[in-house]
T-cell receptor
Framework: GDSVTQMEGPVTLSEEAFLTINCTYT??????LFWYVQYPGEGLQLLLK?????DKGSNKGFEATYRKETTSFHLEKGSVQVSDSAVYFC???????????FGKGTRLSVIA | DARVTQTPRHKVTEMGQEVTMRCQPI?????VFWYRQTMMQGLELLAY????????DSGMPKDRFSAEMPDATLATLKIQPSEPRDSAVYFC????????????FGPGTRLTVT
């Protein structure tokens, strides 16, 4: 079945450091890919998405490119802030109206 | 600013008691999902509905969990009887009609069963 694999956390970075969270997927067909973020005590929020190969999703300084050849959707940000501390989930949804398949999440802590 | 709402936000109950969690999806959304989040298992899909009809509840323990949508504005998740291992955060999410949509999550219900 479809699956998403994320890098294990936690990830601890200093403010203004470069962030990469790796995400790879296994799926039949042509899935849409998502990154969600969960701040402490809150539900998940959509951060960005890409619906076809080579699309780049971007939001709030974060970006991720849909790489079909490597089945990856790595999340990057050039300069993280303390307020970016959260858990980040990579997810896919295959063609058709099926539920999202989530990775296990990666906790990011940014220290001043 | 349309949001998914969930009640209660926190629930502490004793083992054996019935627990009911409620979710109001975003108006116009026709798909509703229930997830459970724990440290050990991460985010698990319990069940989902489209146009109020259950499409998949294979993630739910059938003997004690039940999910319904009495109408388009209300989804419920019940646990009877509750057990300590049910302690988790339960999230409801909704999605609009069509393909390539994202899911919109509620704030969750934190359940503690003692």
């Amino acid at each position: 079945g479809d699956s998403v694999t994320q890098m294990e956390g936690p990830v601890t970075l200093s403010e203004e450091a470069f962030l990469t969270i790796n995400c790879t997927y296994t799926a039949t067909g042509y899935p849409s890919l998502f990154w969600y973020v969960q701040y402490p005590g809150e539900g998940l929020q959509l951060l960005l998405k890409a619906t076809k190969a080579d699309d780049k999703g971007s939001n709030k300084g974060f970006e991720a490119t849909y790489r079909k050849e490597t089945t990856s959707f790595h999340l990057e940000k050039g300069s993280v802030q303390v307020s970016d501390s959260a858990v980040y989930f990579c997810a896919l949804r295959n063609s058709g109206n099926t539920p999202l398949v989530f990775g296990k999440g990666t906790r990011l802590s940014v220290i001043a | 600013d349309a949001r998914v709402t969930q009640t209660p936000r926190h629930k502490v109950t004793e083992m054996g008691q019935e627990v009911t969690m409620r979710c109001q999806p975003i108006l116009g959304h026709n798909t509703v999902f229930w997830y459970r989040q724990t440290m050990m298992q991460g985010l698990e899909l319990l069940a989902y509905f489209r146009n109020r009809a259950p499409l998949d509840d294979s993630g739910m323990p059938k003997d004690r969990f039940s999910a319904e949508m009495p109408d388009a504005t209300l989804a419920t998740l019940k646990i009877q009887p509750s057990e300590p291992r049910d302690s988790a955060v339960y999230f409801c999410a909704s999605g609009p009609p069509g393909t390539n949509y994202e899911q919109y999550f509620g704030p969750g219900t934190r359940l503690t069963v003692t």
